[in-house]
């Protein structure tokens, strides 16, 4: 198996039918993990997909891998979530591809945005320190309420309360589109737009 072989891109409506499948990979993936993770459903999930807010990697006609992003705060906080590989395809890059395709698509529709992160996994964390994201304090972060409600569904939850979502057992990240980076990591998200639509007219897998 080559990551080759796997399109990673935004979401379509009709991929909704996958909903079902991406709740168990991670609910799977978090039990493998031994962590904590906040429950989603397959009507949260389609949602995200209908609203052009979640990004899909395909071998064909299956899924393996998925994330998504959501904003917060009228918009000043975008958070990127729920990234998952299918355990037959780990090791390719994959989850590199998926973080890079969610990355984009917050920039696009985001581009003014704080994006941020709350998450146990090491590679996940990897992953955002190679994009520009920050190790921040929850007090960083959004303060929506709605946002940390999200975390109910998570083992760790009484640990957020307790501390009174100060701290949990996740670490908090976070890129600011106003800190400056070095040129050969700024994101460009008119440039990115511009290759997205050369992509579709020429029909090149992206």
């Avoid at 990127?80 to 917050?106: C, M, N, Q, W």
């Avoid at 304090?137 to 760790?156: I, K, P, V």
């Avoid at 976070?174 to 980076?181: A, G, N, S, V």
Wanted: hydrophobic letters at 35%; charged letters at 25%; proline letters at 5%.
């Amino acid at each position: 198996m080559d990551i080759k072989d796997i399109t990673v891109k935004f979401a379509e409506p009709e991929e909704t039918r996958y909903a079902d499948l991406i709740v168990r990979l991670i609910y799977e993936s978090a039990l493998q993990r031994g962590t904590g993770i906040a429950k989603r459903t397959p009507e949260y999930i389609a949602q995200k997909i209908t609203s052009g807010k979640s990004v899909v990697a395909l071998h064909n006609d299956r899924l393996v891998g998925f994330s998504y992003i959501e904003s917060w705060g009228h918009g000043d906080f975008v958070a990127t979530s729920g990234l998952i590989v299918d355990p037959e395809y780990r090791h390719l890059g994959l989850a590199g591809a998926i973080k890079t395709k969610t990355f984009e698509l917050a920039r696009l529709r985001f581009p003014f945005a704080k994006l941020f992160s709350i998450t146990t996994s090491l590679p996940v964390m990897k992953l955002n320190s190679r994009m520009g994201y920050k190790p921040v304090t929850f007090s960083e972060l959004t303060d929506d309420d709605e946002f940390w409600q999200g975390c109910e569904g998570c083992r760790n939850y009484d640990i957020l309360q307790r501390n009174n979502r100060r701290m949990c057992l996740c670490t908090g990240m976070l890129f600011d589109p106003q800190q400056p980076l070095a040129p050969k990591d700024r994101p460009n998200p008119y440039a990115m737009k511009i290759r997205n639509t050369l992509k579709k007219v020429l029909h090149i897998r992206h």
